[in-house]
């Protein structure tokens, strides 16, 4: 075993290493080149260049008729005729027929109260009344009988046929016919005026809309117990509140040292944060004439001069005050950016326009300035962020930072 030759079974590293070499640069060759055009890739692209601080603005949309604007305040919707409805007669509700939101028109039945008793009494009256007619017209009846006899022995005493005591008692009874039947008819009118009492109480069991309005608010259901007070326990006062919409005004505060800039009539403009894209036409309806010592203001009625439904009581508004009426076209909102946003290059209108955390520049059609800002006919869209005041270092593709606000 000892003398055996192994040598055959040895490898031969002359022949493998030079090959594995060749490999070995081939593969770290293709990785340096890799490497290489990364970084190329990376530096054109300002990869290693530092972020540039920049101040941004979002396109949004602005109308024309800010321009026109002499005066800002703010304010609420209020209806200039509401009424909180309330029964006359303390009672218990059997039956309602409104809830919030329901328009109702003047004399519109909204509840009902219960009213046995009160109809009871009613009926009474128109049994009285029936009961003083008819003894009315019995009276009527004897003064008939009464006045014919007594004109017979008026006739027979002249002629001596008769007794001057036979005639006394003709007389008298003649007299007692016609203050009877002047009694029976008192009665009548009494009883007519209880029947007619009657019914105006029995209607105070039906709660009625004094105008044309809608419901506010349901402040009580059937079941509740009503009074004109509100006294009693577990009673209520107000069956429902409601309100003419068609009399909404804006009531806005103005500072006392601002009111040289407003006058009765003064054309407005009134937004609302309910409908922020809708501007309203107004008017200067009422300066009131009294001030608020507490806030050194004074209040100021704004009407709509076109009601819309959307409008609802109690919305907060912001009044525009105008220098002149805004045209229908200067009431379109236009999109816009601050005029800082914009650079000229080479005859074009440029911004850049942030992407990320880098910008590209874009071109972009310009319209109108409007105040500090610019109208943008195309190239942007509404909510883009555009940077304002743009470094001169600022290139398309070049990295920012954002300014804290």
């Known amino acids: 075993m000892t ?5 055959g079974l040895r490898i031969d590293k002359t022949r493998i290493m030079p090959q594995q070499r060749r490999n070995r640069r081939v593969y770290f060759g293709v990785i340096f080149a890799l490497v290489i055009v990364l970084l190329m890739v990376l530096g054109l692209t300002g990869f290693f260049s530092p972020s540039i601080k920049v101040d941004t603005s979002t396109t949004s949309l602005v109308y024309p008729s800010q321009a026109l604007t002499q005066l800002n305040a703010s304010g609420y919707v209020v209806p200039q005729r509401k009424a909180a409805v309330a029964a006359k007669v303390t009672g218990r509700i059997i039956a309602l027929y409104v809830e919030e939101g329901s328009r109702v028109k003047k004399n519109q039945i909204i509840a009902r109260l219960e009213a046995d008793d009160v109809a009871a009494q009613r009926d009474q009256a128109r049994a009285n009344l029936e009961v003083s007619k008819q003894n009315l017209e019995q009276a009527r ?11 017979r022995e008026e006739a027979l005493l002249a002629q001596d046929f008769t007794t001057k005591a036979a005639y006394d008692a003709a007389e008298a009874r003649c007299k007692k016919a016609i203050a009877a039947a002047s009694a029976a008819e008192a009665m009548v009118r009494a009883n007519d005026a209880a029947l007619k009492a009657a019914n105006v109480v029995l209607g105070y069991a039906l709660i009625k809309a004094p105008f044309d309005a809608i419901v506010l608010t349901k402040n009580a259901d059937i079941g509740d117990i009503v009074t004109p007070i509100g006294a009693a326990a577990n009673a209520k006062a107000a069956v429902v509140t409601i309100a003419d919409l068609s009399s909404l005004q804006v009531e ?3 500072a006392e040292s601002n009111l040289e800039a407003i006058k009765m009539g003064q ?34 009625k704004v009407k709509f001069l076109n009601m819309d439904s959307r409008i609802l009581p109690e919305m907060s508004a912001k009044v525009a005050f105008l220098s002149r009426e805004a045209s229908n076209d200067e009431q379109q909102p236009r999109l816009a950016i601050p005029q800082k946003a914009i650079r000229v290059r080479n005859g074009n209108t440029m911004v850049f326009v942030v992407r990320g ?10 319209g109108h300035q409007i105040g500090d800002m610019i109208e943008i006919n195309s190239g942007l869209t509404k909510g883009e962020k555009v940077v304002i005041n743009p470094p001169a270092k600022l290139r398309n593709g070049s990295r920012i930072k954002l300014i804290q606000q």
């Open 3 to 7: 003398g055996r030759d192994y040598s």
């Open 141 to 151: 009846a004897e003064l008939a009988d009464a006045k014919a006899s007594f004109q």
């Open 252 to 254: 806005a505060d103005v």
């Open 267 to 300: 054309p407005t403009e009134v937004q609302l944060d309910a409908i922020p894209d809708t501007r309203f036409k107004g008017a200067i309806h009422m300066i009131v004439p009294t001030a608020d010592r507490t806030k050194a203001t004074v209040m100021v």
């Open 357 to 366: 955390n880098r910008v590209d520049e874009m071109k972009v059609s310009a």
